[in-house]
């Protein structure tokens, strides 16, 4: 914009200062015109080619697009979704939520670089670095959440409500540690998966979970995933939170410590009622019929 200023003053002032011919010469001011338009169309075509080669691979959903925007007077690139759900009573929330593209692949490549560490430890350290370590890059998810938060007057279980159905209704992906094959090489409860929707799934994934900015950043999530983002979001909010996990039935699921009915565990006198974030209609304190054993779930992960 100063350019543009700059650029058309000086176009005036030539024009003025033509002695050539009398009066005022428009001339100066078309070439300027000209010149910004130029440039202008330059950069429209700078600005769709992807800021890196990562940015071609088909990682990143169809329902993320790339948007420029300004933070502190500079240029920034967001993935960005446009999203519109309804909880498990009929109230429905919408809102635009972003990670910025930098903090999408710095992310990515931190958690990749961290790979020989976490080879030793427990899901439930891993969970806790994902979360810790992601918080700090999903400030403009949390803001959006405070907006449609008081924009609705929620409480504190309508607010977790909000939340976890929000995750539930982003469609289940796969996340794999080696590269995603196609359907007829997986058991039964895969296949039939990936034979309706081929794209879900994304392969080459540390421990086979997404760190949530990633998640965030390409909406491909399976159940750890979910969990994971769900519980950094509710722990940056105040709430006391669990991850569960069943060697069993191969599975994890969000536990919380709030007022409520139906499944729980408890741990250290509190209950966590369980919460499965996979699909839609799922509400608190209830399982999958075939998940609902609770001797089979423990807990991994607690942020108290």
């Known amino acids: 914009m100063a350019f543009a200023l700059m650029l058309l003053l000086l176009s005036w002032l030539l024009g003025k200062s033509d002695n050539d011919r009398k009066g005022f010469h428009w001339r100066y001011i078309l070439y300027s015109t000209f010149v910004l338009g130029s440039i202008l169309g330059l ?46 009573y009929g109230n429905t929330f919408e809102g635009k939520f972003s990670v910025r593209e930098k903090d999408y692949f710095s992310s990515k490549k931190e958690y990749f670089n961290t790979i020989e560490k976490h080879k030793q430890q427990s899901w439930g350290k891993l969970y806790q670095y994902l979360a810790t370590s992601d918080t700090p890059k999903l400030d403009l998810i949390f803001e959006e959440f405070t ?48 034979e309706k929707c081929s794209d879900c799934c994304i392969g080459n994934i540390p421990f086979g979970i997404q760190n949530p900015v990633g998640f965030m950043g390409n ?35 969000l536990g919380l ?12 006198g509190k209950r966590y009622y369980i919460w499965e974030t996979t699909n839609k209609h799922f509400t608190i304190g209830t399982l999958p019929k075939n998940f609902d054993n609770i001797n089979h779930w423990y807990i991994v992960l607690t942020n108290t």
């Open 43 to 88: 950069r429209s075509v700078l600005d769709s080619i992807p800021l890196s080669i990562e940015n071609q691979q088909s990682d990143i959903s169809e329902y993320i697009y790339r948007e420029k925007a300004l933070e502190e007077g500079d240029s920034i690139v967001l993935l960005r979704q446009n999203r519109q759900w309804s909880d498990n």
């Open 147 to 194: 907006i449609i938060k008081n924009t609705n007057k929620l409480n504190q279980f309508e607010f977790a409500e909000m939340v976890v159905t929000f995750i539930q209704d982003i469609p289940y992906s796969f996340v794999f540690e080696n590269d995603c094959e196609s359907p007829e090489k997986y058991e039964e409860t895969i296949r039939v998966v990936l």
């Open 219 to 253: 909406l491909k999530g399976d159940c750890d995933t979910r969990t994971v983002i769900i519980y950094a979001i509710l722990s940056h909010f105040g709430y006391e939170v669990a991850i569960l996990n069943s060697d069993y039935y191969k599975h994890s699921v």
């Open 257 to 268: 410590h709030i007022p409520a009915k139906g499944i729980y565990k408890l741990q250290n």
